[in-house]
């Protein structure tokens, strides 16, 4: 053993010690079974510190030797599924500074820099959202100086569950990933310029994928009180929402990223459901989005 010692040459070594069988029904079964019987092991360990504290006082090499059987069987698992131990750690620390970057990217933010200012997101973005009533059900209309962006919007449910509030998600994706074709087309600025641009990045396929994301994260959204007091989001559903926009442009954009635009156009929402209404505030240049009441937040027609 030296002080250069890698993930890859421990498995290597450890390999060496395999005993178990080789055939193929049982190559990754035992070594599973040990490493949960190492996990096992681990926390009987840590039972004891609970218990008694500083008086167990063999507590950091026994955690030493457990944590050490579970790298051997880590070792012997990758192996067996034809799996570098180095490679596996180089990958993991990758998604890890994906998720919790340690620093920013110097990558352009706007994806349409380039473009006539008539063909990008606004960079500042203020939205009235207001309840009408209209035959009798309660629908959502949103204006902005420049007038209504799109037709009055209901739940399209059978209970009253604020979804009509939804474009508050795709406004704050604007805003803060700097991507978003649904509001592309609200607000009327897709790329036509670019004819690759506008059918690939701002067409349909793309709205459908947004509207799409927003629908599941809404899903997952109940089941946590609509993200109040949330922290963090699920890393599984950031992950499939990274897969579901590989396609696109937004592809760059990080786990962190995505995670703290969905909080954030959470936070917007709730007050929105909350109020009946209210104006979305949006800055890309900050990367913020916040609500703000408005003098009449619903009205008839």
């Known amino acids: 053993m030296t002080d250069q010692l890698t993930f890859r040459s421990y498995q290597e070594q450890a390999a060496a010690t395999d005993k178990s069988p080789q055939d193929d029904l049982l190559a990754n079964t035992v070594p599973l079974l040990g490493l949960a019987g190492e996990v096992g092991s681990l926390l009987t360990e840590y039972k004891k510190f609970l218990r008694d504290g500083s008086k167990y006082r063999p507590f950091q090499d026994q955690l030493a030797e457990e944590i050490g059987d579970v790298l051997w069987y ?41 473009f006539a200012s008539s063909e990008q997101l606004p960079r500042e973005i203020r939205v009235v959202f207001s309840e009408i009533t209209a035959n009798g059900r309660t629908m959502l209309q949103m204006v902005t100086p420049a007038g209504s962006l799109g037709d009055p919007l209901t739940d399209n449910a059978h209970a009253d569950d604020g979804y009509r509030f939804h474009d508050v998600f795709h406004l704050t994706n604007a805003v803060m990933l700097g991507w978003s074709p649904v509001s592309r087309k609200l607000i009327g600025c897709k790329r036509k310029s670019a004819p690759r641009v506008d059918e690939v990045e701002d067409g349909a396929r793309a709205a459908v994928t947004e509207e799409a994301i927003s629908a599941l994260i809404f899903g997952v959204a109940r089941d946590y ?26 592809r760059s954009r990080t786990y962190r990223d995505w995670e703290h635009a969905i909080l954030a156009g959470y936070r917007v929402w709730r007050q929105m459901v909350e109020h009946r209404g209210g104006v979305f505030v949006g800055d890309a240049f900050a990367k913020t989005v916040v609500y703000e009441p408005s003098v009449v937040a619903s009205s008839e027609s």
């Not at 009180?225 to 937004?250: A, N, Y």
Request: charged residues 30%; hydrophobic residues 40%; without cysteine.
């Open 74 to 114: 880590l070792a012997t698992i990758a192996r067996k599924s034809g799996l570098d131990l180095g490679d596996i750690a180089h990958e993991n620390l990758a998604k890890l500074q994906e998720r919790w970057p340690q620093e920013h990217t110097s990558a352009p933010w706007f994806y349409d820099e380039s």
């Open 225 to 250: 009180s609509f993200f109040d007091g949330v922290e963090t989001v699920d890393f599984e559903l950031l992950r499939t929402i990274k897969t579901m926009t590989r396609p696109f442009e937004v």
